[in-house]
């Protein structure tokens, strides 16, 4: 089976933009989960998706947001970006909704950098 | 809320030695998954180990393996034979009901 996917890999904006990435889980998949990766914070939970459903959103501000699609791809969003939106933000997907602690497989990471 | 941390931000290996990392957690769940995940150079993560938490038994997989102390909420990886292979960034992870959540990493060098 094909790996999550992630795209783009590696994206530039200025701040006051808006930028969406996208994620493809790996074939049967129906959970995704975002995080956002920075040096000074670590990895951050910022939201997961079961069949189009948010299921749970970690403490990041409303400017950051998401959304699934009936094959299970999923897209996230932040608008108005700060300096601070700067980071490595990772997707991963997992098989089923069941209690949601199954193992979860990750992308190789979208690199924003904020200019 | 949980919490996850993981004490030594730096570990060195000479290769083909054995090299412990450490992990503590804090859960007021009875009902968890542990896992160790891998960030190589290229920051691809990859999973190392899981461990549910109603299994007594410790996890193993080939070289890895954790003790896992559930009393003691501790969560430990330990690599056996180090290879080069091996260097990256290492981080713990808990998983209840509501979100996975790390530790802050261990980068482990391997020492040829």
Known sequence: ?115 | AQTVTQSQPEMSVQEAETVTLSCTYDTSESDYYLFWYKQPPSRQMILVIRQEAYKQQNATENRFSVNFQKAAKSFSLKISDSQLGDAAMYFCAYRGAQKLVFGQGTRLTINP
């Open chain 1, 1 to 115: 089976k094909a790996g999550v996917t992630q795209t783009p890999r590696y994206l530039i904006k200025t701040r006051g933009q808006q930028v969406t990435l996208s994620c493809s889980p790996i074939s049967g998949h129906r959970s995704v989960s975002w995080y956002q990766q920075t040096p000074g914070q670590g990895l951050q939970f910022l939201f997961e998706y079961f069949s189009e459903t948010q299921r749970n959103k970690g403490n990041f501000p409303g400017r950051f947001s998401g959304r699934q699609f009936s094959n299970s791809r999923s897209e996230m969003n932040v608008s108005t970006l700060e300096l601070g939106d700067s980071a490595l933000y990772l997707c991963a997907s997992s098989s089923s909704g069941a209690g949601g602690r199954e193992t979860q497989y990750f992308g190789p990471g979208t690199r924003l950098l904020v200019l």
